[in-house]
Each structure stands twice: as C-alpha cells, then as structure tokens.
C-alpha cells in the first residue's frame, strides 16, 4: 500500500528559525514529490517539485530534498517568518495519481 | 489567467438533495483532478480526466457520486442523493501534463459542502 507520512504532526516555532518538516513514503517507485501549503480556508499551492531523477529543489528561503532509497523528503524553512505559519503537505506520485500526508500544522510566533 | 475556479464556495444542504459542484480549470491544462478533504481521511483523489476524458475513478466513493468533463473548460461533481457524511471540502485541480507524471498541480480555493 502507498502510504504517505508526515512528522511532527504539528510545529510551533519562534520567527527567526529554521526548521524542517519531514516526509516518509512506503513504495519508492515515484514520479516525482511534491510540497504544497495551505492557508486555512484556501486551496492547495504548489512550493516546489522534485523529479525522481533529482535530489532536491530550492526556491528562496525553502529547500526540498528526495532520497527516494531511504523513502524520505525533508522541507527545511530558512530564517521562518509568522507569514509561513500555515499546513504544509507532501504528495508522492505514483503514475498519475499523487498521494497526500495529512500534513504539518506550522506556527511561526512573532 | 484567474486560475483554478469553483462554485459554490460553500453549500449547506438536506439530506438527499441532489448536489452540483463546478469547476473551470486553468486554461490551457488538459489534466482535471477532483479531491475530496476531510478531518479524517485529508486528501483523497476521487477522480481525474485528461483531455475531457476520465482516466481514474476508482476513488469515487459510491453511485451517489458521478463526474463529467463535457469540455476543456468545465467539469462537474455530482451527488445525488447527498448525505451528512459527503460533509467536506471538495478540491478541484488542474495542471498541463506535458509528459508521463503529472506535473505541479494548480489547486482551486475548494467547495465546502454541509449536509444536514
């Protein structure tokens, strides 16, 4: 079964820190993972996107990582800021079909 | 482009009314996904099309529940009859697929459904 884990379930965090969400997958025959945010009430946006083939991605204060072996992602946040503080998911495609974690709830306390 | 939009934003109904939500995907985007979000399952696929066509249904949780593509610009999910456990946030998505996976997707802000 593919299955999705997301660790800690939540975070609380002083502005200023770096921290790292984590992400495991059971069957690591994926296309490509990826790592969404979602502000409460709003839809899923899209952080960043690692192919199978890469190691990791960056964008700004963000960097992604894929170990597809060792079935893990990790999402490190530079220097946080009380507008990160949102739900963070992973989602690992197998095929056409992405399968989601039940994501980390970030707070970033100013 | 406005993105991924869908209506209603939110929809409180009885059960066993029927139910519309609609969906117009990013243009150009030849791939729609219809989500389903709860508090005890998250995230579940219910179904997607690619070129209009509906590729995998296999998450659509009963007949109650049907989707339809009739063109590039506008999907729909159904429920009929609705029940108090279709209670969710309903996602539609969307992306270009110019290959094999699936690519970045482009989420709409979701349909909140309350059924009584």
């Known amino acids: 079964k593919q299955e999705v884990t997301q660790i800690p379930a939540a975070l609380s965090v002083p502005e200023g820190e770096n921290l790292v969400l984590n992400c495991s997958f059971t069957?690591?025959?994926?296309?490509?993972l990826q790592w969404f945010r979602q502000d409460p009430g709003k839809g899923l946006t899209s952080l960043l996107l690692i192919q199978s083939s890469q190691r990791e991605q960056t964008s700004g204060r963000l960097n992604a990582s894929l170990d597809k072996s060792s079935g893990r992602s990790t999402l490190y946040i530079a220097a946080s800021q009380p507008g990160d503080s949102a739900t963070y998911l992973c989602?690992?495609?197998?095929?056409?079909?992405?399968?989601f974690g039940a994501g980390t709830i970030l707070r970033v306390k100013s | 482009d406005a993105g991924v939009i869908q209506s209603p934003r939110h929809e409180v109904t009885e059960m066993g009314q029927e139910v519309t939500l609609r969906c117009k995907p990013i243009?150009?985007?030849?791939?729609l996904f219809w989500y389903r979000q709860t508090m005890m399952r998250g995230l579940e696929l219910l179904i997607y099309?690619?070129?209009?066509?509906?590729?995998?249904d296999s998450g659509m949780p009963e007949d109650r529940f049907s989707a339809k593509m009739p063109n590039a610009s506008f999907s729909t999910l159904k429920i009929q009859p609705s029940e108090p456990r279709d209670s969710a946030v309903y996602f539609c998505?969307?992306?270009?697929?110019?290959?094999?996976?699936?690519?970045?997707?482009?989420f709409g802000e979701g349909s909140r459904l309350t059924v009584l």
């Open positions: 099309f690619n070129n209009n066509v509906p590729i995998d």
């Open positions: 243009s150009g985007h030849n791939s």
């Open positions: 998505a969307s992306n270009p697929r110019t290959g094999a996976d699936t690519g970045e997707l482009f």
């Open positions: 069957d690591s025959a994926i296309y490509n």
């Open positions: 989602a690992v495609e197998y095929g056409n079909k992405l399968v």
